[in-house]
């Protein structure tokens, strides 16, 4: 096309068709190379595959507003929503490089690599990351991606035999194997499990849990109302609302699992394994555990019966004093095994609530996505500053000297949950019948308690609710209160009382940075008269 053409390069100018054929070799080059990324992945460690790596990257990286509004659009499947921009984000600059090499064949193929070595780095930069191994994937995706490219493009600057055309059939020949290869053997990687995983699932799977020493008290028949749509009092494992940064959930081998304790005011740094937890007494308790992201009327809260070890003694058997005897550290910070760090005030862990070391979760083992082997919960505190999931080590330092993950992301250092009161039914734009329409849903104030949940409709006056029992003060609560819905559109408002006799402010604020407050509302349209 112009005098710079160097030598082997193809006699004729690409078509239009060429050009497609090489945005699509671009395209399939990447595919190819992340399903052998994928494949590798699943040998080495999952978390370590280019995907979850460079998103993992993209989200520590998110700004608190973004990941707020993320959360708000997207709910749980923020997650899926991240990783598929990341692959259309790819695919479209997988076409670009598929037309660059068309022209500049060895620039094309750099491409593929350096996109290659920006996956590498990714993944042993993570913080979960302890071995140069983890950019194995990424490279090995890379190589078969960049291979794959040259010969493609190769193809469709070489001359078919006796033509001075394109070799598009051989083209699409390499193509399509490639493809259906890479696609057959990352599928047969999936089939057949990663070691990893493997280990994990046989772990728990065997995991006997103990007897608890303190067994729970029986929930009062009267906790659970009979009202439709009314959030079950026990929320079961499935419908548990799940909250972390993690892309590939970490599946942890509980046989090799450890957990350090270790730093100011520890006598002696400790491990544990999950034998030497378990032989401790147990305790098994109620409690509620809610997200500071949680918005007014929002889904991210959820009741369990939780079985465990009370950290409170495993901190003092090691020396640990709280900061009101004169302990040197105020704050706990527990790391997980995916790099997640959540501070902790070691005064309320030590102030003689039920904060927990616990390894069951509504009668069964952890689930992996919350948190299997180990996870903290620490009743009347936000899952950020007390629930570290997959947790791994325990140190005790200062909140001066430490922040926690979400802290230089703009959230508070300390976050007690505050008082919120959600309508469960009727739902928000619900058409009912007129009539008596119950009106219900949960009250939450851990380690208060609810002492009170008042129904307003419209503007007319507030009017007590019938709480179900209470369980503890660890506890949600559910409310009824039977309505005499009359025609037309109505607003149906609710407010709680904690146990210290607060009411919750009217006035709404946002999750950020220590969680939302504000009265929860529904219209709903009553039809009929
Ligand atoms: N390792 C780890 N632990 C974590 C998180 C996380 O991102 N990573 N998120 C925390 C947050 S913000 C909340 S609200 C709870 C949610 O616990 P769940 O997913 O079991 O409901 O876990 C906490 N523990
Ligand atoms: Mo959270």
């Not at 096309?1 to 100018?13: L, S, V």
């Not at 990893?196 to 009267?222: I, K, M, Y």
């Not at 350090?260 to 147990?282: D, I, K, N, Q, W």
């Not at 506890?475 to 210290?500: F, I, M, S, Y």
Request: glycine residues 12%; contains cysteine.
């Amino acid at each position: 096309m112009n005098a710079t053409r160097t030598a082997g390069e193809p006699q004729y100018e690409p078509t239009r068709t060429d050009r497609l054929l090489a945005a699509l070799g671009g395209l399939i080059s990447a595919y190819v190379s992340l399903a052998v990324a994928d494949l590798v992945a699943g040998r080495v460690r999952p978390e370590a595959g280019p995907v979850p790596a460079v998103g993992g990257a993209v989200v520590d990286r998110t700004p608190a507003g973004l990941k707020e509004w993320a959360i708000r659009v997207f709910g749980e499947s923020d997650k899926a929503v991240l990783q598929l921009g990341i692959l259309v984000l790819l695919g479209l600059l997988a076409l670009g490089v598929g037309l660059l090499a068309l022209r500049r064949r060895l620039l094309g193929t750099a491409a593929v690599g350096a996109f290659g070595l920006l996956g590498a780095l990714a993944a042993v930069t993570r913080p979960d990351s302890d071995s140069a191994v983890d950019a194995v994937p990424s490279l090995a995706g890379a190589v078969a991606g960049a291979a794959l490219l040259y010969v493609l493009t190769g193809r469709l600057r070489a001359p078919r035999p006796g033509t001075d055309r394109a070799d598009r059939r051989g083209f699409l020949i390499v193509a399509g194997s490639a493809g259906l290869a890479a696609t057959g053997a990352a599928a047969l990687g999936r089939a057949v499990g990663t070691p990893v995983q493997e280990n994990a699932a046989a772990s728990r799977a065997a995991l006997r849990l103990p007897r608890p020493d303190s067994p729970a008290p029986a929930v009062p028949a009267g906790a659970q109302l009979r009202v439709p749509g009314i959030s079950p009092f026990v929320t079961p494992n499935r419908d548990f609302y799940r909250v972390d940064t993690a892309l590939v959930v970490p599946k942890v081998d509980a046989d090799r699992w450890r957990l350090r304790l270790h730093g100011s005011g520890v006598r002696e740094e400790r491990t544990f394994t999950l034998r030497e937890l378990t032989a401790r007494p147990t305790l098994e308790r109620d409690i509620t555990l809610a997200c500071v992201s949680n918005e007014v009327g929002g889904p991210y809260v959820g009741n369990a019966r939780w079985l465990g070890v009370r950290l409170a003694d495993l901190l003092r058997e090691a020396g640990v004093r709280p900061p009101s005897e004169g302990g040197p550290a105020d704050q706990l910070v527990a790391r997980s095994v995916d790099g997640m760090t959540i501070g902790t005030p070691v005064e309320e862990v030590m102030d003689g609530r039920d904060a927990l070391l616990a390894f069951g979760m509504n009668g069964e083992p952890l689930p992996f996505s919350h948190g299997f082997p180990v996870r903290m919960v620490v009743p009347g505190l936000y899952g950020y500053v007390s629930a570290c999931k997959w947790i791994r080590s325990i140190e005790l330092t200062t909140f001066d000297a430490y922040d926690a993950y979400w802290v230089p992301r703009g959230w508070a250092a300390q976050a007690p949950v505050k008082t919120q009161s959600r309508i469960d039914t009727p739902r928000a734009l619900a058409r009912t019948a007129a009539g008596t329409v119950m009106v219900a849903g949960v009250a939450w104030a851990q380690h208060r308690g609810i002492r009170r949940v008042e129904v307003r409709v419209d503007d007319g006056p507030w009017r007590d609710a019938t709480l179900g029992a209470e369980d503890t003060r660890d506890t949600w609560r559910q409310w009824v209160h039977p309505w005499t819905a009359t025609p037309g559109r109505h607003t149906l408002t609710v407010r709680a009382t904690d146990g210290t006799g607060a009411t919750q402010p009217e006035e709404r604020t946002s999750t950020m940075p220590d969680g939302a407050q504000g009265w929860h509302s529904v219209v709903v349209r009553v039809e009929g008269g």
